[in-house]
C-alpha cells in the first residue's frame, strides 16, 4: 500500500471538542452553551433560535419530554422522605401538611424546570446531537 492512497491522504475535517461539563453549567445556569453569555430561553421554556451574543444556532434542540421527567425525579426524591419524616415526626394537620408540600412541589418545579431544560439543551449541544452537529 503507497503513500498516496486516496482515501488517506484526502484532507480530514476537524472538528473541535466541545466541552460537555461548561455546556451543562451553562445550561443549567439558562446561558448559550457555546459562549455563556446569551440567554437560552425568550420566555419560561420557549429556546431562543440563535443565541443573541454569539449567533449559535440552537434551533436544533430535541429536549422534549427529558426535563419534566428529570424535575419529577428530583422533586419526588428530595420532597418525599421530608413529607414522610415531617409526618411521622411532628404529626400536623393533614391540611397543613399538604399545602406545606404543594406549595413546596410546585415552587420546586418551576425552578428547576427550564434549569433542567438548559441542561439538556447544553448536553446536546455539546455532543452535538440533533440539529447541533454540522455547527463547529
Not at 444556532?57 to 419526588?76: E, F, Q
Not at 393533614?94 to 415552587?107: E, M, N, Q, R, Y
Not at 424546570?113 to 439543551?121: A, D, M, Q, T
Request: net charge neutral; aromatic share 8%.
Amino acid at each position: 500500500m503507497s503513500n498516496t492512497d486516496p482515501v488517506q491522504s484526502a484532507p480530514e475535517q476537524t472538528v473541535t471538542e466541545r466541552d460537555t461539563k461548561n455546556a451543562m453549567w451553562r445550561g443549567f445556569c439558562r446561558r448559550c452553551p457555546n459562549c455563556g453569555e446569551g440567554h437560552m430561553f425568550t420566555g419560561f421554556l420557549k429556546v431562543v433560535d440563535r443565541c443573541p451574543v454569539c449567533h449559535e444556532n440552537l434551533s436544533g434542540h430535541r429536549a422534549d419530554d427529558g426535563p419534566a421527567y428529570l424535575t419529577i425525579l428530583i422533586v419526588g426524591h428530595l420532597l418525599a422522605p421530608i413529607l414522610i419524616y415531617s409526618f411521622v415526626e411532628f404529626r400536623p394537620d393533614p391540611l397543613l401538611l399538604a399545602t406545606i408540600f404543594t406549595v413546596g412541589t410546585v415552587a420546586l418545579s418551576l425552578f428547576l424546570l427550564p434549569r433542567l431544560k438548559g441542561l439538556v439543551v447544553g448536553i446536546q449541544w455539546a455532543n452535538r446531537m440533533h440539529g447541533f452537529g454540522n455547527a463547529n
